[in-house]
């Protein structure tokens, strides 16, 4: 038996996933990744490379090692795979990764180095979302250790921000990596639309201006 037919609750998982980001247009066109732990082996089922997240399906997955190596499958590895990879070899408690580029997280991500919690579920879910500036389209493996010393220091921490990039949940499933990702864009969509209203309430109105 196939390695896709094996886990082939894993695979619908991540198709599942795939589709109801792109449905709330949390990542358009073909970028972002998802992957998901093959359970007690080094491997990851992971999206292709150039894939929109509606194209997802059992074509278009691929299974690799941590290091990025094709195991099964007949595309190329998304070009984050390694991350994955590194983020699975080090966390254990991590069996799926999710990655868009949601308007709002990626926004927020450019002026600011955490994520404000706007709500209480929030800051209960996520613990403790930073933002990152690797400076570059994928993240290199020189970042690797900063990452993974994060989730180390923070035990909590669920999430991170890529600035320019967009964002990134762990989970212990896809379906919980998937949550992860919407409740990152509702809290920085909040947080956001938080600024705004303050900042409306502390310009002097125009009557007022001397």
């Not at 038996?1 to 886990?7: G, L």
């Not at 278009?60 to 190329?76: A, I, M, R, W």
Request: charge should be negative.
């Amino acid at each position: 038996m196939d390695i896709f037919s094996q886990y082939r609750d894993l695979v619908d998982s991540l198709i599942v996933a795939a589709k109801k980001m792109y449905d709330f247009r949390y990542e358009m066109s073909d970028g972002g990744n998802l992957s998901i732990r093959i359970p007690e082996k080094n491997w990851m089922i992971v999206k292709g490379t150039n894939i929109a997240f509606d194209e997802v399906d059992v074509t278009t997955l691929v299974v690799t090692d941590f290091n990025g190596n094709v195991v099964e499958g007949c595309v190329k590895p998304s070009k984050e795979s390694l991350l994955h990879g590194v983020l699975y070899a080090a966390l254990p408690q991590v069996h799926a990764i999710m990655h868009c580029h949601s308007p709002y997280a990626t926004a927020w991500a450019a002026d600011h180095d955490t994520l404000e919690f706007s709500t209480h579920h929030a800051r209960y879910k996520l613990g403790f979302c930073p933002v990152l500036d690797t400076h570059s389209y994928v993240v290199p493996q020189e970042s690797f250790p900063e990452i993974i010393n994060l989730f180390h220091a923070h035990e909590n921490m669920r999430a991170f921000i890529l600035r320019g990039h967009g964002q990134v949940t762990v989970g212990k499933s896809m379906r919980d990596a998937a949550y992860l990702t919407e409740l990152v864009e509702e809290t920085a969509q909040i947080s956001t639309l938080s600024h705004v209203i303050k900042g409306v309430r502390e310009k002097p109105l125009m009557g007022q201006v001397m």
